[in-house]
């Protein structure tokens, strides 16, 4: 079983560019999450898919914010314009909804600097 | 009320010793409750989930859940320096998981 992966690792941009980030699930798990975590918070819920369909976004979502999971397996978050108070360490876990539970794993973490 | 609260600490354990971190949520409705731990500048790794009220025992680890008192807890047995880092509490909303800001746990040999 591997794990959660996520690329690129660390970004780098200027305010204002458009930045996207991929993850792969565990495979076989049906839902995968997307979260953001600044420096002394707990991770922040951004939104979620079972398999292809978006079921939840956060409402402090920004529409400058899209995410997909076309087939179900990987997915991506877009930032566009982003800025500088989007830096942050963003977060993807997956999840099977055949568990008891519905645990979540978490992958790496995308880090992404806004300058 | 912020939905789920803990003490950021730090906590500081001798080396040997137990460690109790607490966590309180709002939502009475709450069902299942998670504890994972976080290294500086890494990703949040699950400890282990508790759904029914008690404790709940993995190796050195003992999580307590009250669901009554709407309170959780996490028991750290024979503390080591490798255990320092922060634990994060997180209880499960509709799907998604609603976290606490973090106890940051430092044992000291």
């Not at chain 1, 830096?87 to 008891?100: D, E, H, K, N, V």
């Not at chain 2, 069902?31 to 508790?50: A, D, N, T, V």
């Not at chain 2, 669901?67 to 922060?86: E, G, N």
Request: proline share 4%; aromatic share 12%; charged share 20%.
């Amino acid at each position: 079983d591997t794990g959660v992966s996520q690329n690129p690792r660390h970004k780098i941009t200027k305010r204002g560019q458009n930045v996207t980030f991929r993850c792969d699930p565990i495979s076989e798990h049906n839902r995968l999450y997307w979260y953001r975590q600044t420096l002394g918070q707990g991770p922040e819920f951004l939104t979620y898919f079972q398999n292809e369909a978006q079921l939840e976004k956060s409402r402090l979502l920004s529409d400058r914010f899209s995410a997909e999971r076309p087939k179900g397996s990987f997915s991506t978050l877009e930032i566009q314009r982003t800025e500088q108070g989007d830096s942050a360490m963003y977060l993807c876990a997956s999840s099977s909804t055949s568990g008891i539970t519905d645990t979540q794993y978490f992958g790496p973490g995308t880090r992404l600097t806004v300058l | 009320q912020k939905e789920v609260e803990q003490n950021s600490g730090p906590l500081s354990v001798p080396e040997g010793a137990i460690a109790s971190l607490n966590c309180t949520y709002s939502d009475r409705g709450s069902q299942s409750f998670f504890w994972y731990r976080q290294y500086s500048g890494k990703s949040p790794e699950l400890i282990m989930f508790i759904y029914s009220n008690g404790d709940k025992e993995d190796g050195r680890f003992t999580a307590q859940l009250n669901k009554a008192s709407q309170y959780v807890s996490l028991l750290i047995r024979d503390s080591q320096p490798s255990d320092s880092a922060t634990y994060l509490c997180a209880v499960r909303g509709t799907d998604k998981l609603i976290f606490g800001t973090g106890t940051r746990l430092q044992v000291f040999p």
